[in-house]
């Protein structure tokens, strides 16, 4: 037996990695959310790893990465039927209970959100492991074993593109992102080959969708603009902290944190803030079409 992982592309993580031991070929796949990519593994060694957005141009293109897949294969000199395992990058099953569950525990707040997203679900990505078969056969006709393709948790995914490329035999990882399945914030331990999540904080606690209500707030693309939230920092003063963490955050001592959800909208609606956010910090939300940056928001970055 070995170990299975991949790692999604992010906004802090460029590219995916999959580590396999003691089996020769693996192909890792991200898709479908944000920054698609893959990547391939021979021997233990990442050959190769690519975006597709570097193929067809489209900024953070969320599509199969039909493109990145065929470069990969290529560089690596392999069909795609030759390949050992193929490896996605997080549950799909285990997410669609997050978004069940919550809309569940929010019910009747969440039911706008609920009615635009299940037909997607329903639809498509409840049945992935069919859809990546059929997108798979676009590269190698002969590709027909299903039992080749591995579905990782998400965080673990993160964790494993950290800790296995390390020149480190032992180590305490950290994970932090927007949400995965249910984890928003991991803390895992690897050793040698191995590598086990011991703490998680779970969604709608998350300091990424923390960070990402900020990027809506200042009229910014959520999972594509929070690079411009952390550009435009240096030009302000941190005048908000205090109401940050008086009220947006509950902060313990030891590490763990609660975001305060009568602030936030993305657990039910179709935004990430509400009117209380924007009363905590006395202006709406900016519409870039209509408004400019200035002081306020570069003080709120």
């Known amino acids: 037996g070995g170990l299975i992982i991949l790692s999604q592309g992010s906004a802090v993580a460029p590219f995916i990695y999959t580590i396999f031991w003691s089996v020769t070929s693996i192909l890792g796949i991200s898709a479908f959310y944000h920054d698609s990519a893959a990547a391939i593994i021979v021997d233990g060694k990442i050959l190769a790893a690519a975006q597709e957005e570097r193929f067809t141009r489209k900024k953070h293109d969320s599509n199969y990465p039909y493109n990145a897949v065929e470069f990969v294969l290529k560089f690596a000199k392999l069909k795609l039927s030759n390949v050992d395992h193929i490896i996605f ?25 609920f ?21 798979l056969k676009e590269h190698d006709k002969n590709f ?3 039992r080749k393709i591995y579905f990782s948790e998400h965080h673990l995914s993160h964790a494993a ?32 080959k191995e590598l086990s999540i011991e703490k998680e904080i779970h969604f709608p606690h998350s300091l990424g969708l923390l960070y990402s209500a ?9 999972n594509s603009g929070e690079y411009k939230l952390m550009g435009l920092a240096p030009y302000g003063e941190p005048k908000y902290i205090n109401q940050i963490k008086d009220n947006l955050i509950d902060l313990k001592d030891d590490g763990s944190f609660k975001l305060n959800q009568d602030y936030f909208n993305y657990a039910t609606g179709l ?30 970055a």
Do not use: C
């Open 144 to 146: 027909e074993d299903e």
């Open 89 to 113: 990058f997080e549950k799909p099953f285990l997410k669609f209970e997050r978004l069940l569950e919550t809309y569940v525990a929010f019910a009747p707040r969440g039911f706008k959100q």
């Open 214 to 222: 900020f990027t809506y707030y200042s009229g910014f693309k959520v």
């Open 115 to 135: 009615t635009k997203s299940m037909p997607t679900w329903l639809r498509e990505k409840l049945f992935q492991k069919n859809m990546l078969m059929k997108l």
């Open 161 to 192: 593109s950290a800790f296995f490329p390390s020149p480190f035999k032992e180590a305490v990882v950290l994970t932090a992102d927007g949400v995965g399945e249910w984890a928003t914030t991991t803390v895992a331990i690897g050793k040698d």
């Open 271 to 300: 935004t990430m803030t509400n009117k209380k956010f924007e009363e905590l910090f006395k202006n709406p939300v900016r519409i870039p079409e209509k408004n400019f940056l200035t002081q306020f928001h570069m003080d709120v």
